[in-house]
């Protein structure tokens, strides 16, 4: 699967979405990382890069063990490319929280 389709399965406001990533882990973008990290307070470590196939448009992401998924969040449901959460979510701060994380790192 590539960025943007991970992009894509990530921006949607009523789910989270665990990308499976590699044989072990799992990846949340953008918004589902913000879920995850802000909304859910788990205690993960975010990256931001840019992207240089998309205008170098920056991505947040970070990753979590298929274990933990499975452990901390038995609601989850398998899927063909990694695990989702279904719910209602509230974004609104998502843009402030998104700028913030990128005024804070540095680029090469």
Known sequence: MDIQQKLKL???TNQ???IKDSGLFCG???QSAY???ELLHYDLK???KAIKKM???VVISC???ITSVTKRFPNAIETEWGFQILGEFDLSYYSQWYANIISNCIFK
């Open 28 to 30: 949340l973008y953008n």
């Open 10 to 12: 990530s921006q949607q």
């Open 16 to 18: 989270i979405s665990f």
């Open 46 to 48: 975010l990256r931001a």
């Open 55 to 57: 205008n170098h448009q």
């Open 63 to 65: 990753g979590i063990p």
């Open 35 to 37: 879920i995850v990290t």
